[in-house]
């Protein structure tokens, strides 16, 4: 499952100012974005992720997200980082 990367990854981040400031360095190997955030939120990451050729996987919703990620509220983004 996809979201076992994101969960057993060493180094990640989570929240969208923070992934978007590692993908624009290039520091990501994988961005997970939750379908239910709203797009002007995860736009930006989206289109640098594109521009980088990062990978980017959808989760369903940002509670998983969240909690794959290990805390209690939601998260539109999260990231693995290099």
């Known amino acids: ?5 994101i969960r057993l990854a060493k180094k990640r981040i989570i929240g969208t100012n ?3 400031k590692a993908v624009q360095q290039s520091a990501v ?11 002007r939120v995860i ?13 980017v996987t959808w989760v ?13 509220v939601g998260a539109a983004t999260a990231a693995i980082l290099e």
């Open 1 to 5: 499952m996809s979201l076992d990367r």
């Open 29 to 39: 190997k994988e961005v997970f974005v939750a379908k239910d955030a709203e797009a």
């Open 18 to 20: 923070q992934t978007l």
């Open 60 to 72: 369903e919703t940002m509670k998983m997200l969240g909690k794959a990620c290990g805390i209690e």
């Open 43 to 55: 736009g930006p990451v989206l289109h640098y992720a594109e521009q980088n050729g990062i990978p």
